[in-house]
T-cell receptor, first 114, second 116 residues
């Protein structure tokens, strides 16, 4: 499978717990994005990596959120002390870079915080 | 924050009919893209139109772009039940300061339902 993989697909957790999502982008893509999507809305940008460098973070990404992309390959998004408002679909996307930025998305990780 | 708005929010048609969705945006763009999302899944890229283009075709898809009005439309001709999905426009800003990564900003989407 050469697409973008995300794991887990679904996560149910209790408020206050930490969760971590993993994204494996298309191997030749050097750009990786995290977006968050709530019901009935379009995806909202969270953060962006070029190789291993995190180049931009949205103000939506509070101090409880951290993302990493060690060695410029897979990426993780961790949410600490989850809140009910964190319930959403977390989408990872990658792109090859240069010129027009066409994103290839993963299937998403759905988080439900009880 | 969302870049713009899509209209209508929901559209229900019969198979074989054409479906038109509109997108408005706020800032100057390098290109505008349309994505499709089936329920509970990731988004799939459909078509891209650059700021210097006015119309583009891909199969049953036709996209127009009016940069003076900051608006775009997506036309799906001869719709099929399998076209049922949410459709999102996304804009990439003009390149600034030599950087070219241009993160995409998505609209709120149009939910299209095609009845067999």
């Amino acid at each position: 499978d050469t697409g973008v993989s995300q794991d887990p697909r679904h996560k149910i957790t209790k408020r206050g717990q930490n969760v971590t999502f993993r994204c494996d982008p298309i191997s030749e893509h050097n750009r990786l994005y995290w977006y968050r999507q709530t019901l009935g809305q379009g995806p909202e940008f969270l953060t962006y990596f070029q190789n291993e460098a995190q180049l931009e973070k949205s103000r939506l990404l509070s101090d409880r959120f951290s993302a990493e992309r060690p060695k410029g390959s897979f990426s993780t998004l961790e949410i600490q002390r989850t809140e009910q408002g964190d319930s959403a679909m977390y989408l990872c996307a990658s792109s090859a870079g240069a010129g027009a930025n066409v994103l290839t998305f993963g299937a998403g990780s759905r988080l439900t915080v009880l | 924050s969302q870049q713009g708005e899509e209209d209508p929010q929901a559209l229900s048609i019969q198979e074989g009919e054409n479906a038109t969705m509109n997108c408005s945006y706020k800032t100057s763009i390098n290109n505008l893209q349309w994505y499709r999302q089936n329920s509970g899944r990731g988004l799939v890229h459909l078509i891209l139109i650059r700021s210097n283009e006015r119309e583009k075709h891909s199969g049953r898809l036709r996209v127009t772009l009016d940069t003076s009005k900051k608006s775009s439309s997506l036309l799906i001709t001869a719709s099929r039940a399998a076209d049922t999905a949410s459709y999102f426009c996304a804009t990439q800003p003009e390149y600034a300061g030599g950087t070219s990564y241009g993160k995409l900003t998505f609209g709120q989407g149009t939910i299209l339902t095609v009845h067999p």
